[in-house]
């Protein structure tokens, strides 16, 4: 993957991942407070129904995950994200040769 070297380059990029990754997390999150939701509501119930909906939907959050996490190398939580790509990538940035 060609790592971009002008400064603004380099911000879009990294706001472009810490946002992907801080959508993955608030993916995440919502995963296991529904599904916490649904197995109490199963076990309530008496039967273990929400197995399903807990592998179909971890299905599709693993590959979200890996699109995120795997795909892209490299205050609050999305101001952390985003400070930890913007050095990674400054980092990356080829030197200026004249």
């Not at 990029?13 to 993955?24: E, I, M, P, T, V």
């Not at 599904?35 to 979200?64: C, E, I, K, T, Y």
């Not at 952390?80 to 790509?85: F, G, K, M, Q, V």
């Amino acid at each position: 993957m060609h790592t971009p070297s002008s400064p603004d380059a380099i911000e879009t990029l990294a706001r472009k991942r810490a946002g992907a990754q801080l959508g993955w997390i608030v993916h995440a999150s919502i995963y296991v407070a529904v599904n916490l939701f649904l197995a109490a509501l199963s076990a309530h119930q008496g039967r273990a129904w929400a197995l399903f909906p807990a592998l179909g939907w971890g299905l599709g959050l693993l590959v979200h995950g890996a699109a995120v996490w795997l795909a892209q190398p490299g205050g609050t939580l999305y101001a952390r994200l985003l400070a930890r790509e913007r050095t990674r990538l400054h980092s990356a940035r080829p030197t200026d040769r004249r």
